[in-house]
């Protein structure tokens, strides 16, 4: 795996199968935080 030392090192502590959900739960949080910031 060739991901960022602070990413991988986040990944490691959550279980295989919960990848997956982090992973989109991350993706919305930053679209939201994303959309926020352009309202103002």
């Known amino acids: 795996r060739e991901r960022p030392y602070l ?8 279980p295989k199968r ?3 959900l982090s992973s989109i739960f991350l ?3 930053y679209c939201y935080m994303f959309l926020a ?3 103002h």
């Open 7 to 14: 990413i991988s090192n986040i990944w490691d502590f959550r």
């Open 18 to 20: 919960y990848e997956y």
């Open 37 to 39: 910031i352009n309202r």
């Open 27 to 29: 993706l919305t949080g």
